[in-house]
Nanobody
Framework: QVQLVESGGGLVQPGGSLRLSCVIS????????IGWYRQAPGKERELVAN???????NYADSVKGRFAISRDNAKNTVYLQMNSLKPEDTAVYYC?????????WGQGTQVTVSS
């Protein structure tokens, strides 16, 4: 049983920054991957970034160089630092964890980039 709670979303102007947080609770030791996904209206949910147990990270081409995923194991928290935000980054952002092959999802946090 894994619970994920996202926070940090909000309204920001183009070029601004936000840092999303995902607090993980429950049975955490079997988790081997954490990912951030996003879904914009009328679009399918897409992978933004993920981080594997060994520390390897992956990013969608659209966010490379602008976003950074990191993990603080002591706090059981995963972060997504988002810089140079663009209107096309507007979406609901979800944190996801995979434990023994089973996915778990947070409730999502809204990110709106607009002037």
């Amino acid at each position: 049983q894994v619970q994920l709670v996202e926070s940090g979303g909000g309204l920001v102007q183009p070029g601004g920054s936000l840092r999303l947080s995902c607090v993980i609770s429950g049975s955490i030791f079997g988790i081997n991957a954490i990912g951030w996904y996003r879904q914009a209206p009328g679009k399918e949910r897409e992978l933004v970034a993920n981080i594997i147990t060994g520390g390897s990270t992956n990013y969608a081409d659209s966010v490379k160089g602008r976003f950074a995923i990191s993990r603080d194991n002591a706090k059981n928290t995963v972060y997504l630092q988002m810089n140079s935000l663009k209107p096309e980054d507007t979406a609901v952002y979800y944190c996801s964890a995979t434990r023994f092959g089973k996915p778990y999802w947070g409730q999502g946090t809204q990110v709106t980039v607009s002037s």
